[in-house]
């Protein structure tokens, strides 16, 4: 059975910085691409960051420049390092996988920027 399971979150103060982390377990097959989507409170689920097998990466454009998608595939762990964080950057952060068998999502972390 497929696992992500994401860390990291918490309360930031504008300006701040968090990493969080996804780390997979169980069997997914092939692996397309891994990823992070947020979801703030009365909006729909968007993609923030992504990374394709073969480490092409690609970013929502309300991140660029601030937010930076990496893995560590010894570790079966993505990384999303948040700099320069924003109120509007507050939402709960879920990591997804896809892959040949399916797509699998985290439970999700919470971000909160606030001063």
């Known amino acids: 059975q497929v696992r992500l399971v994401e860390s990291g979150g918490g309360l930031v103060q504008p300006g701040g910085s968090l990493r969080l982390s996804c780390v997979r377990s169980g069997w997914i097959g092939g692996l397309i691409s891994m990823g992070w989507y947020r979801q703030a409170p009365g909006k729909e689920r968007e993609s923030v960051a992504r990374i394709t097998s073969g480490g092409t990466t690609n970013y929502a454009d309300s991140v660029k420049d601030r937010f930076t998608i990496s893995r560590d595939i010894a570790k079966n762990t993505v990384y999303l390092q948040m700099d320069s964080l924003k109120p509007e950057d507050t939402a709960v952060y879920y990591c997804?996988?896809?892959?040949?068998?399916?797509?699998?999502w985290g439970s999700g972390t919470l971000v909160t920027v606030s001063s």
């Open positions: 997804n996988l896809e892959s040949v068998r399916g797509n699998y």
